[in-house]
């Protein structure tokens, strides 16, 4: 680990090699569906589990999706990595087709971030949207510890910019840094007071 450089990831435990890539499913000449239902995880020769994502997956699917005038994202994640997470979310948004995106169950921390480059966000009323500041682990001096506290407020502003884009109209950047500050779960219709998301219902596929 180096020093004061350990970003935000969520760990699952027991690692194993996968070079298993994100699946393009119900592909036609116009639209795809993509299914991040994952931890967003670095580029790595490694993966925790086979459903992680990584920015190379999400760039492979993407090549196979080029020329789509619709694409369908299905989120499901914990979230992950602030950089893959960033990287990922930007791959999505140079993406010309228009990009529906349905939160199945959770989108928290970076995957909420994610949800973002949504044209349009769907989510049920009884999924959940969870939004936080960047965390990290650190050792080093006072002063290092302290420019690692200031590095986090600048990470911190690349998932704002995003939330900003989403905002509904009303909602100060001041509200969503408090929801930011106290690590908050919202679920479909309060995700709806903050965020322009659409509440859908639930279907069950059974």
Known sequence: MKKNRNYPV???AGSHQSNQLMT????TETSADLYIYGEIVDNTDYKWDEADIMPDDVLNALRQVEGLNNLNIYINSPGGSVFAGLAIYNMLARNK???TVYIDGVAASMASVIAMVGDTINIPSNAFLMIHN???IALGNATELRKVADDLDTIATGAMNAYKENM???ITEETIQELLNNETWLNGEEAAKY???EI???KNYA
Do not use: C, Q, R
């Open 168 to 170: 509904k109209k009303g």
């Open 134 to 136: 960047p965390w990290t």
């Open 97 to 99: 087709a228009k990009k």
């Open 10 to 12: 969520y760990m699952s």
């Open 195 to 197: 965020f322009n998301v």
């Open 200 to 202: 859908i219902e639930a």
């Open 24 to 27: 393009v499913k119900n592909l």
